[in-house]
């Protein structure tokens, strides 16, 4: 019997096919979201899979000789969390490499973390801050100018990104890029320059973000031992947060197969620590339908196994059918005619089995995807039973709704207002900006929906700041954008957070909820989601993270039982020094909330006396003071 042992078990004596559990917990407050049983406090776990749910006299029996003992000392315990859209294997390729500012509450204290690195960064590297933050999170409420990246690092290139609308370089970034006065605007973007010509160190998507990523692609990239390092560490934060599954839903520069070797050859290993469902993307213009076809006439989806399997092609099909979603420039005119290489694309897939998510901001957009469909549909292939999906959605209208539930489709959500909803209420107006996207709306139309992020390239990966803009519509630093019609209860978000994933991928039988038979994926929470003031909800973490029964995350009073990582590599890494996620405070520990914990904390103490006295263990008056400093 290992880990945190308590009073009221005895191991029992016998082989190990005696049935006894692998890990057992107790103590609970757990959230099953399984209406046949929402709640218990112990679980047991056996071969990855839970065997009983109920309370703690029921596990008794099942606590052998090997059986690991976990108390959650009256914690919050909640199924994993399961990102619907979230870039993980890209993300993971290029972590280590990263400076995060995801959480940094100042300009002042990014730049200095900025100036810190610099100092450590060999040269012929970057330093690369890549998404997760946004200039509205910090005191300044402006983003570093590129004079300031200078000047904390004068030799060392930098490269800033900020939302999918600009980056922002030092000099030595526009050198490493190879930047000059002769480099011609890429199409869709804008390289800003200075009175004589020269690049002045701002790119501006207008409103394509190539521009961005290609300047990105050239800074070094790790070898294949690191990115395995680097792929480790990004899945133990997640981890952190309670994520124990996500879906890949590709993107650019994310090439197949050579991108999706370093998962592959974890999950051979036995070493991923996040469930993986994955898509394709046909990564070059005009080969999109040869890549499709070959892609189709090799690989079936849902092939894998439950830790890494293929769901389907995405989150583009054909280049010339993607919105960008610059909010601060005008919404892109998609090309005439795009809609001819796209049906091929879809009938492919649909003939073959495949599923397939698109990437489709604008209604303008959908309507145009819509068209296809049920122009295929009158042929009998929509609805058909392939799993597919709209990603952001942000402005839908009722009947493409409508439109979508009748082919059998669904939508993935995700929290790109926290980062962008000033910009988009600032060109849509605040009442647009209310209802983008109309989440209430999806779920009256009984759509399948699912949450996630998009991380890590504009928003955080910290899921607990999507739960939070579910549950209030607050973006960062700013007041709510979403009225009331348009939020969720706390119940309703996590549910979207956990078994709407699960449902996207066709595996809400195994994971979302916990049940006897499921996967044993869950977490113990650092504060209770369903009850904590409401400005708490974005600085959860889980204090303990299980997949299929692995402790692959433990912090606080369980520090230590989880798996060991191999040290970050390259030592030099952001991540090495600062981790990731800069986590501060819950706001509810300080000032006005601070005095209330006291007077809780006082009245409990008058209820314990009362308790003591009432049983004859203390005299029924207070104790005197008898300091004479207290005696006037």
Not at 499 to 518: I, N, P, S, V
Not at 574 to 587: C, D, E, I, N, R
Request: aromatic share 8%.
């Amino acid at each position: 019997m290992t880990s945190m042992p308590f009073g009221g078990i005895v191991p029992a004596h016998g082989p190990p096919e005696a049935g006894y559990a692998d890990l057992v917990l107790r103590n609970g407050k757990i959230h099953t979201q399984d209406p046949a049983r929402p709640s218990a406090t112990a679980l047991a776990v056996r071969g990855g899979r839970i065997t009983v749910l109920g309370d703690d006299g029921d596990i008794n029996g099942l606590v052998g000789p090997g059986t690991r003992i976990v108390d959650a000392l009256g914690r919050r315990v909640i199924p994993g969390l399961n990102d619907s859209h979230l870039h993980v294997i890209r993300g993971g390729l290029n972590y280590v490499l990263e400076l995060r500012w995801d959480g940094v509450p100042s300009l002042r204290q990014a730049l200095a973390m900025l100036r810190e690195q610099a100092g450590r960064t060999p040269k012929g590297q970057w330093i690369r801050v890549v998404g997760g933050w946004t200039a509205d999170q910090f005191a300044e409420r402006r983003m570093p100018t590129p004079s300031e990246l200078t000047a904390a690092a004068p030799d060392t290139p930098v490269f800033v990104l900020h939302l999918y609308q600009s980056a922002v370089l030092n000099r030595a970034a526009v050198r490493a890029a190879g930047l000059t006065r002769d480099t011609p605007d890429p199409k869709g973007g804008q390289i800003v320059r200075d009175r004589t010509g020269e690049p002045n160190g701002l790119l501006l998507a207008a409103p394509s973000a190539l521009v961005l990523y290609s300047t990105l692609a050239k800074a070094p990239v790790l070898d294949e031992a690191d990115q395995k390092v680097s792929t480790l560490h990004f899945l133990r934060e997640l981890n952190r947060f309670a994520l124990t599954s996500a879906v890949d839903a590709a993107g650019g520069f994310q090439s197949f197969p050579e991108n999706y070797a370093t998962v592959t050859e974890l999950a051979r290993s036995g070493l991923l620590s996040v469930r993986i469902g994955y898509y394709l993307f046909p990564q070059t213009a005009g080969q999109e339908l040869a890549d499709l076809r070959f892609w189709t006439g090799t690989i079936r989806p849902g092939d894998g196994d439950e830790w890494l399997r293929l769901n389907g092609a995405g989150e583009n099909l054909t280049w010339s059918a993607a919105d960008f979603e610059n909010f601060s420039e005008p919404r892109p005119e998609l090309a005439d005619g795009y809609e001819d290489e796209f049906e091929q694309a879809v009938r492919l897939l649909i003939e073959h089995g495949w599923g397939f998510r698109l990437h489709a901001t604008y209604e303008e957009t959908i309507r145009r995807d819509l068209a296809v469909f049920e122009k295929l549909a009158a042929e009998g292939l929509f609805p058909g039973g392939n799993r597919w999906l709209f990603d952001h959605a942000e402005t839908v209208s009722p009947d493409s709704l409508e439109r979508i539930a009748a082919l059998g489709g669904g939508i993935s959500v995700q929290n790109r207002m926290s980062f962008q909803g000033s910009a988009f209420a600032d060109r849509y107006g605040a009442h647009a900006a209310g209802t983008a996207p109309p989440i209430a709306d999806m779920l009256r139309a009984g759509l399948p929906l699912a949450a996630g992020t998009d991380a890590t390239r504009v928003s955080s990966y910290n899921p607990w700041v999507a739960l939070h803009w579910l549950v209030t519509g607050r973006t960062i630093g700013n007041p709510p954008l979403r009225p009331a019609e348009q939020l969720l209860s706390r119940e309703r978000a996590l549910e979207l957070y956990t078994l709407g994933g699960a449902r996207l991928t066709g595996e809400e039988a195994e994971k979302g909820a916990l049940a006897e038979g499921r996967f044993a994926d869950f977490a113990v929470l650092s504060h209770d989601y369903l009850t904590v003031p409401v400005e708490d909800i974005p600085h959860i973490e889980s204090v303990l993270t299980v997949v299929g029964g692995r402790i692959v995350y433990a912090a606080d009073t369980y520090e230590g039982l989880d798996e060991a990582l191999p040290p970050v590599s390259p030592a030099w890494s952001p991540v090495a020094h600062y981790g990731g996620y800069q986590a501060a405070p819950p706001p509810s520990s300080a000032g006005a909330r601070q005095a209330d914990l006291l007077a809780e904390a006082a009245a409990e103490s008058e209820s314990h006396r009362q308790w003591r006295v009432a049983r004859g263990f203390a005299p029924d008056e207070p104790s005197r003071i008898f300091d004479p400093c207290f005696v006037l």
